[in-house]
């Protein structure tokens, strides 16, 4: 089983060279500091900047530069930083290569819920309407099941939904599963996981076609 960082390293895998990035707030913002050093990647946070770096050192940190989770962050030489409108400008236009959100729950369809729990308070949903909206590759990152042991890969979301049928893969801390039209695939299976846990822990449809190879870190 993963932890969180264990979840963002096996995403790492998912970036490629060249690559521009959108990185959610919570495990997705954990990616940056696991992508390979023989790459480069252009990280982007909706609040204005584009060349995020790996999360500074304690003691290192700059509290003028953060994310979009308002979180300290580092930048790599020929970082820039802008405001809202080109920020957003970059993300509608679909100038982002792939989006990694977190999620509280994810449909069998693709559907994602990720911003709001009613009966609490929220600021908004933030930019993850645009993102969801605009990008074409979209991979969450989550964990499997929620405090009460209830699984979050669903048949249907119940919470209000961020973006419809978007999702094209999820990781979590369990496995790693691909969005298709019959359900969840399954691809990858977490060190020490079996393919009875993943199946006992998600509610929604999942595909299973022979032997699920052990997730390589």
């Not at 700059?62 to 802008?82: C, E, H, R």
């Not at 990720?114 to 605009?134: Q, T, Y």
Request: proline share 4%; charged share 25%.
């Amino acid at each position: 089983m993963l932890d969180k960082n264990g979840i963002a390293k096996r995403i790492a895998k998912e970036v490629k060279d060249g690559y521009y990035v959108n990185l959610g707030i919570g495990i997705p913002t954990l990616v940056a500091n696991f992508v390979r050093n023989d790459i480069e990647v252009e990280f982007q946070s909706e609040n204005g900047v584009l060349g995020m770096g790996p999360f500074p050192f304690e003691g290192e940190e700059d509290a003028d530069i953060i994310n979009a989770g308002k979180q300290t962050i580092t930048t790599l030489p020929g970082a820039s930083f802008f405001d809202s409108t080109m920020s957003f400008s970059m993300i509608r236009g679909k100038h982002v290569d792939l989006t990694i959100l977190g999620a509280m729950e994810v449909a069998e369809n693709g559907d994602i819920a990720n911003w709001k729990i009613p009966g609490r308070m929220v600021k908004g949903m933030g930019g993850a309407m645009d993102l969801v909206a605009s990008a074409e590759n979209i991979i969450v990152a989550m964990m499997h099941t929620n405090k009460r042991g209830q699984s979050k890969l669903l048949k249907q979301c119940t919470l209000p939904l961020t973006g419809v049928g978007c999702v094209k893969k999820v990781v979590t801390n369990l496995a790693v599963m691909e969005v298709t039209k019959d359900g969840f695939k399954l691809l990858e299976r977490a060190p020490g996981v079996s393919v009875q846990d993943i199946d006992d822990a998600t509610e929604a449809r999942l595909i299973i076609e022979g032997d699920i190879p052990e997730m390589s870190l």
